[in-house]
C-alpha cells in the first residue's frame, strides 16, 4: 500500500508541476496578444507554482516520521547553519 501512496504523491507533484508549465505557456500567449494584465497574472502564477515545486518539492514530512533530532536526516531546508 506504501507504493500506492507515493505513486499518487508523485503523480501530484508531476501534475503540479505539468500546471506551471501551463501557466508559462499562458503567459506567452498573453504577451504575444498584449493582453499586459493577463500575462502579469499568468507570470505570477507560473513563478509561484515553480518556487513551489523547486524549494518543496521533497520537503514535506508525514506524521509517521519522525522530527529532526529524533533519529531522522537533516536535509538542506532544516539544517542547522
Given at each position: 500500500?506504501?507504493?500506492?501512496k507515493a505513486a499518487c504523491?508523485?503523480?501530484?507533484e508531476l501534475s503540479l508541476y505539468?500546471?506551471?508549465v501551463l501557466h508559462f505557456v499562458e503567459l506567452g500567449f498573453a504577451l504575444y496578444e498584449e493582453a499586459y494584465m493577463?500575462?502579469?497574472i499568468a507570470g505570477f502564477g507560473a513563478l509561484t507554482m515553480m518556487l513551489g515545486a523547486v524549494f518543496l518539492?521533497?520537503?514535506h514530512?508525514?506524521?509517521?516520521q519522525p522530527k529532526v533530532g529524533e533519529g531522522a536526516p537533516l536535509t538542506n531546508?532544516?539544517?542547522?547553519p
Open positions: 500500500m506504501s507504493w500506492l504523491l508523485r503523480l501530484i505539468g500546471h506551471g493577463t500575462a502579469s518539492g521533497n520537503t514530512r508525514h506524521a509517521s531546508v532544516n539544517q542547522v
